[in-house]
């Protein structure tokens, strides 16, 4: 019998997460999507959120000056 270890599901219950929220996928849907797939998504989102952060930053330095 194979169990999953906790680690593992939480990761995957947050990788759920943050796919169902920002790109509004559900879980079915998640869950149905191969590992690569749901890594590419992710990954992508983490690139977006950099990139707006390396503009709020750049902002936030022109502004001080």
């Known amino acids: 019998f194979f169990v ?3 680690g593992y599901r939480y990761a ?3 990788e759920i997460y943050y796919l169902a929220r920002n790109f509004n996928f559900t879980r079915a849907d998640i869950m149905n999507m191969p590992i ?3 890594r590419f998504y ?3 989102l983490v690139e977006e959120k950099d990139k707006k ?3 709020v930053e750049q902002a936030r330095n022109k502004s001080r000056r």
């Open 12 to 14: 995957l219950l947050e």
């Open 4 to 6: 999953l270890s906790s």
């Open 42 to 44: 992710l990954d992508k």
């Open 36 to 38: 690569f797939e749901r």
């Open 53 to 55: 952060n390396q503009a």
